[in-house]
């Protein structure tokens, strides 16, 4: 990557940065933070739509308008009764908030970010300035074409957006065969956080290491990790004699229930360890190693968004199961699949069973025996994910517009 040329270098510029979601935020502060890294004369401000924004408030930047995370957590559209709890919880109140906020921040900034889909567009277009659209939510893969709704084709037709930016090459590819030329894949940021911290997740050599990916909304990834626990005891099972280790890479909220989770599962918990005296299998647990597990696993068991994503990126194989929801339900688990393509594999389409469960267990072993599906794993991952550098390749293309107004 390379610094943009600016004419304007004593000019101050503020971006607005707006996103709608947990991956989104994520995405849409490592590029703000790239930004102002090889930009200093640039502000930024931020307007996270959905949850309390703490991607953005780790990186220090400025909220524009206060949080709150209602009930669904920005999964409404999977259910009527949570799209009933949004209401009741106040949602009517925090958009129109929102949407003086984006108002207000038209009058004291230069242009605007907006990462995710269309309601961050609808925002971006409502501030008056221009803006560029990362259309991190969206992929040609889930249908092999790309046809965008109509307010989201409305937003990408404004003459105020200067650039649509997508999350693959394949995406640019079809929308500019629509007629968008200014679109364009430059990265896709997720995979620029996953540094190794060298942290020691005692790994016995030679031993085949599984990931437990129980996604980062509770009460729905304690439920999942309780699910994951009991596939651990089918895959050591499948496995016997031969050894198999687990690793879960868990968001901190979750850590202080695992004393009162591990009985739910028959098992035990103490010092940061899951463990089933019967089967002899423990599963060791970190709130500070989700790079580190990701790198040195050989699978990964998902039941998240983001972090299935990273670990495919990764070149790692994932084996999905599905639990209650809301937000990791088959519809989502099966849009994935689409998504990431063959690196993803989906046991059953309901709450796991038992006899799912074994079914899993028994493609964790058949998978990790499979050197062919393996290697195709790590081209996969190229593919539809990326390699790391998009934080800096969307920063330029933000650089590009902002300093030539």
């Not at 005692?202 to 309780?226: D, F, H, K, T, Y």
Request: aromatic share 8%.
């Amino acid at each position: 990557m390379h610094r943009i040329s600016i004419s304007k270098s004593n000019q101050k510029k503020r971006v607005l940065f707006i996103s709608n979601g947990h991956g989104e935020d994520l995405n849409g502060s490592e590029v703000l933070k790239a930004l102002l890294r090889k930009y200093p004369q640039v502000e930024a401000i931020a307007l996270p739509l959905v949850g309390d924004g703490s991607a953005y408030r780790r990186a220090g930047v400025e909220i524009a308008t206060p949080t709150k995370s209602l009930p669904s957590g920005g999964f409404a559209y999977m259910s009527l009764w949570k799209q009933i709890e949004d209401f009741q919880s106040g949602l009517i109140a925090l958009t129109w908030q929102q949407i003086k906020a984006a108002r207000a921040c038209g009058k004291t900034c230069d242009f605007v970010f907006a990462t995710g889909d269309v309601l961050p567009a609808i925002f971006a277009y409502v501030t008056g300035l221009p803006y560029a659209m990362f259309l991190v939510s969206s992929s040609g893969f889930y249908e092999n074409r790309y046809v965008p709704r109509w307010e989201q084709a409305l937003m990408m037709r404004s003459p105020r957006c200067k650039q649509i930016l997508t999350r693959d090459a394949y995406s640019a590819e079809l929308i500019r065969q629509r007629g968008y030329r200014n679109t364009s894949f430059v990265g896709y940021p997720i995979m620029d956080v996953l540094e190794p911290t060298e942290k020691n997740l005692c790994l016995s050599p030679e031993v085949a290491m599984i990931a437990l990916l129980a996604g980062s909304r509770l009460p729905e990834a304690a439920e999942n990790l309780v699910l994951q626990m009991r596939l651990c005891e089918a895959i050591a099972q499948e496995f016997a004699p031969e050894p198999i280790q687990f690793r879960a890479a868990l968001v901190p909220s979750l850590m202080p229930q695992l004393s009162e989770l591990a009985p739910q599962a028959g098992w035990q918990y103490a010092d940061g360890k899951l463990y089933q005296e019967n089967l002899g299998i423990s599963i060791l647990c970190f709130s500070d190693a989700f790079s580190d597990i990701l790198h040195q696993c050989n699978l990964a068991i998902g039941m998240a968004g983001t972090a299935v994503e990273q670990a495919v990126g990764l070149g790692k194989p994932v084996v999905q199961i599905m639990g209650n929801g809301p937000q990791f339900s088959y519809r989502f688990a099966e849009a994935q699949e689409r998504l990431l393509g063959l690196s993803v594999q989906t046991i059953g389409k309901e709450a796991a069973t038992p006899e799912t469960l074994r079914e899993a267990a028994k493609c964790v072993k058949r998978t990790l025996g499979d050197r062919p599906y393996l290697d195709q794993c790590r081209l996969n991952g190229l593919e539809r994910v990326g390699a790391k550098g998009g934080s800096e390749g969307l920063a330029d293309a933000i650089a590009k517009e902002l300093f030539s107004l």
